[in-house]
């Protein structure tokens, strides 16, 4: 059942002034899939997101790697092509699905813009997503603002606009971190199914292993621009084989957890790009580290079990 | 939003669209023909009545109606404003958005050409500018238009700084918008608040701005009617005919307050802090 892939990262670096953000970051993804991409703030998820829409903020640019999709290098499209690119063939969701709505336009003519028409023409087909979406009453809703619409509802919205077009892949960056616990599962199993509905590729960005948890069929852990672990989702969860990938899994909340039990929580900080030294970049927050992790950059290694890992510890881990 | 109308603000609307009305009916409403002279009715006071007709705010050195007069002259008053605030508008709108979402160089480029534009006394900017072209009143138009774009384009400049970063100008150029289509549909509606409340300040100015110029002799030419020249000529006659300079004088003042204040009460309204996202 080997797809080709809908979106392939290679080696992907990226750099702002003298400091690289992000190392040599790799991935595929295939149609149907959800990856998950997940890491502490500040890792470099959002800005390998804005990477692949070729949408950089003008302070970074891309040092190395390629993005292919469906097997074409993006970095060949002029710029005027790849206006087409974004909204056809990848489309991207956000954190604050609010504001990532014009206050002015009502929601149905933000999702007909997808498909570049005016409502009018597409209201047949705006009205199915809309439905296909979730959202009761769309005739009523179509034509309402955003502001007239709950967190959960204005992400489905987002949602529909995103895939109207039935774009091979789409990104979605913490789409869930502004909404509350409930709405957060609604709108996940509403990515899941459509994902599979539409044989539409996911990457799906977050800081939270419980959402990774509830979607993905595999999952690449980011720890300050580098990979340090990536794999199949229940592998990883079953025996993770870096010392982030486990704290990190070490501080998911638990139902089980006594309310007042202490979440395991990681000490130390992310270190920012300017502090990046030459060895494993995890070494000043991890309780394994040694003199070697200190000097040299671990190599992410295959396990042999369809895992990624990026520590000299991989083994004694097991 | 709450669309709450207060007994002044409608008194104001009303009486700014007396103004219009007049303006607009002024050949309906005129009960004499504002260019027709007559050495025997000369500088009758406001109600005197001839055998044929009353003239209710009296008549001019020329013997001219001065009702007549002052509803033509609300006319070319609102009309110079309307105009040449559109003009600016657009201008000033155009290059704020320019430079506002190029940045760089290109925002260099515009806003200092603005900081230089607004460091000349606008008057005398004016003036120089009808002293060299020549008065008229569709080069009163672009003379205005053309040198009153600044402030327009300032407050642009910063609207649009602000809502380029706003999560939802993001999202649609992820959705593959280009900039023609984000500027167009999504910044200008967003930012036509605080520019319609500059163009209403600017509207009360422009009404200043023409009456001054028409005073000087600069504007609307003579023998047609414009608040300004009616209070030039009138303003020998000071102690004979008062009514020559009090009428169009106070057309003038209540008319620049009642736009003023339309103008703070849309300030108001669009005030950005009490808006919804
Ligand atoms: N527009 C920007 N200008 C400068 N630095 C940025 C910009 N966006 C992100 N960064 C830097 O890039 C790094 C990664 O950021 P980001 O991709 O947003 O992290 P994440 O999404 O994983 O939380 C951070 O150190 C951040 O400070
Ligand atoms: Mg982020």
């Known amino acids: 059942m080997s797809d080709a892939p809908a979106l392939v990262v290679e080696n992907l670096s990226l750099a702002i002034g003298p400091a690289g953000l992000v190392d040599g970051v790799g991935f595929q993804v295939a149609p149907g899939e959800v990856m998950a991409i997940v890491g502490e703030s500040g890792c470099g998820k959002s800005v390998t997101a804005q990477a692949i829409m070729r949408l950089l903020p003008d302070a970074i640019r891309q040092t190395g790697g390629r993005i292919l999709l469906g097997g074409r290098d993006i970095s060949a499209i002029p710029e005027r092509a790849m206006r087409a690119v974004r909204g056809q063939l990848m489309s991207m969701i956000f954190q604050e699905p609010q504001a990532a709505l014009d206050p002015l336009t009502t929601v149905g003519s933000q999702i007909a813009e997808a ?78 199914r459509l994902a599979i509905e539409r044989q539409t590729a996911v990457v799906l960005i977050t800081h939270d292993m419980g959402v990774v948890a509830d979607i993905a069929d595999r999952v690449a852990v980011m720890y300050a621009g580098r990979i340090a672990e990536a794999g199949p989702t229940a592998e990883i969860f079953a025996a993770p084989r870096h010392p982030y990938t486990a704290l990190l899994l070490a501080s998911i909340p638990r139902l089980s957890d006594v309310p007042k039990s ?57 | 939003m709450s669309a709450r109308f207060s007994p002044g603000i409608v008194l104001i609307l009303l009486l700014l669209a007396a103004f219009v009305l007049a303006a607009a009916g002024a050949d309906l409403l005129s009960p004499a023909d504002p260019l027709r002279q007559s050495l025997l009715l000369r500088l009758r006071e406001p109600g005197f009545a001839s055998r044929t007709a009353t003239y209710w705010l009296g008549t001019d050195d020329l013997g001219r109606d001065l009702l007549s007069r002052i509803l033509y002259g609300a006319r070319a008053s609102l009309l110079v404003a309307a105009l040449s605030v559109s003009v600016s508008l657009v201008v000033g709108t155009a290059l704020g958005l320019l430079a506002g979402w190029f940045r760089g160089w290109t925002a260099v480029l515009i806003m200092r050409f603005v900081d230089t534009m607004l460091s000349i006394p606008a008057i005398l900017l004016a003036v120089l500018t009808v002293a060299v072209l020549g008065p008229g009143f569709l080069k009163l138009v672009m003379v205005l238009g053309l040198t009153r774009w600044p402030r327009y384009t300032r407050v642009a400049y910063a609207a649009t700084l602000q809502v380029a970063g706003l999560p939802y100008i993001k999202a649609a150029e992820m959705a593959g918008c280009g900039a023609t289509r984000i500027l167009w549909r999504h910044i200008l509606p967003n930012i036509a608040g605080p520019l319609m409340v500059v163009a209403t300040s600017e509207f009360g100015l422009m009404i200043l701005f023409e009456a001054g110029l028409s005073f000087l002799g600069l504007g609307i030419q003579p023998p047609y009617p414009s608040w300004g020249s009616i209070m030039s000529a009138g303003r020998q006659y000071v102690t004979r005919a008062w009514w020559l300079t009090v009428f169009p004088g106070a057309c003038l003042f209540v008319l620049v307050l009642c736009v003023n204040l339309f103008g703070d009460w849309l300030r108001d309204r669009v005030d950005p802090r009490s808006r919804g996202r």
């Open chain 1, 262 to 318: 202490k979440l395991a929580v990681i000490e130390g900080r992310v270190p920012s790009p300017s502090e990046y030294g030459p060895g494993c970049r995890f070494a000043s927050r991890c309780p394994r580290a040694d003199a070697r992790c200190a000097a040299e950059t671990p190599p992410l290694r295959p396990l042999g079990d369809g895992r990624l890992t990026a520590c000299f510890h991989a083994e004694a881990m097991a």
């Open chain 1, 115 to 192: 498909l570049r028409q005016p409502l009018g023409r597409v209201r047949g087909e705006v009205l199915r997503m809309l439905r296909d979406v979730g959202i009761s009453d769309p005739e009523r809703r179509i034509d309402q603002h955003p502001f007239e619409l709950s967190g959960g509802m204005c992400q489905r919205i987002m949602i529909a606009s995103a895939l109207i077009s039935r774009p091979a892949v789409l990104i979605a960056d913490e789409p869930t971190t502004a909404l509350d616990v409930t709405i957060q599962a609604q709108i996940l199993d509403l990515l899941r």
